[in-house]
């Protein structure tokens, strides 16, 4: 699971450069969709060391918001 973690994050890294550096906008939301895996692996990390706190929760949440508003990207553009 830490290296899946590590790959997204690599991964979430590289194609928010790409956007940067080329100014291209359109991947936006593959860029939103990559970032709410990465955060919901981040959330399932911290359940899996037993640390039930805040931030595992938070992570979770984040994550479902993301992708929501990765789902809207892709269905109203």
């Known amino acids: 699971m830490q290296k899946s973690k590590v790959i997204i994050a690599i991964f979430v890294i590289c194609l928010s450069s790409y956007l940067l550096i080329t100014k291209n906008f359109e991947l936006v939301p593959y860029l939103m969709l990559t970032l709410a895996?990465?955060?919901?692996?981040?959330?399932?990390?911290?359940?899996?060391?037993?640390?039930?706190?805040?931030?595992?929760?938070?992570?979770?949440?984040?994550s479902l918001f993301i992708l929501f508003v990765s789902l809207q990207g892709f269905f109203l553009n």
């Open 37 to 62: 895996i990465f955060m919901l692996v981040t959330g399932l990390v911290e359940h899996q060391r037993n640390r039930k706190g805040f931030w595992g929760y938070l992570s979770i949440l984040v």
